[in-house]
């Protein structure tokens, strides 16, 4: 599951990488325990331009921040949008997730610290009172090797060369965009323990994503013997 993310700290590379055509986000606020309900930058492609804009996290209205792969096509709150296409790339430097067995957080991220696309479903509902709301779930897979003592479940990452698959710019059957939807390679990605201050979603600095200082028992990628229940 995906409860908290790191946002990037500036979006400037993010718009080059990702060939931006269209920026709507304006003044960028970086945040470092995005919680759902808060906006989060998100890339979609509308007319052939890819635009990234700030969405809501948690769809609107049902109020789901995460969809299990599984069950796009057939739960209610996400059939909608998976089969209409509504497809993005939730852009982030990493999220946090907590250890079963004693609840100590655990920062998450790219080996190479690059940031994360993660894929999503997003909808656009109108309210009673006229507003317009985007908003947006997480979709999530089983976990890999390497996450599964943290926890079952683990955003999908979508990789640079299928992002055009991902976002609708290059036409691919639903066979073939179920297939995007696997854990991450162990290899590429990184967790390292941080303090339980991000548990408070009121506290959101750069400390929160700083690794721990345990001594030998310091996490890095690929040391699992800590993480044993």
Not at 136 to 148: C, D, G, R, Y
Request: hydrophobic share 45%; net charge positive; proline share 8%.
């Amino acid at each position: 599951m995906c409860g908290r993310a790191k946002l990037p700290d500036d979006v400037s590379e993010i718009k080059i990488d990702l060939k931006i055509d269209v920026d709507e986000i304006g003044q960028y606020q970086p945040r470092w325990n995005a919680a759902p309900t808060t906006k989060l930058p998100v890339v979609v492609v509308d007319k052939a331009q890819r635009i990234l804009t700030l969405m809501r996290w948690g769809l609107v209205p049902s109020s789901t921040f995460n969809a299990r792969a599984e069950t796009l096509a057939s739960r209610a709150a996400f059939r909608g949008a998976w089969q209409a296409g509504r497809r993005c790339l939730v852009i982030a430097d990493g999220y946090y997730e907590w250890r079963d067995a004693d609840k100590q957080p655990f920062a998450i991220a790219l080996a190479n610290r690059g940031p994360m696309t993660l894929a999503g479903l997003w909808e656009s509902w109108r309210s009673p009172q006229g507003e317009t709301i985007k908003s947006f779930a997480i979709i999530t897979t089983n976990a890999n090797n390497l996450l599964a003592p943290l926890h079952d479940r683990m955003p999908v990452v979508i990789a640079p060369d299928r992002w055009a698959e991902w976002l609708g710019e290059r036409p691919a059957p639903q066979d073939a965009l179920k297939d995007l939807l696997r854990p991450y390679p162990d290899g590429a990605m990184a967790f390292w323990p941080v303090d339980r201050r991000v548990g408070n979603v009121r506290n959101d600095d750069p400390d929160l994503f700083t690794a721990l200082s345990m001594g030998d028992r310091a996490l890095s990628r690929g040391l699992a013997a800590p993480l044993s229940k």
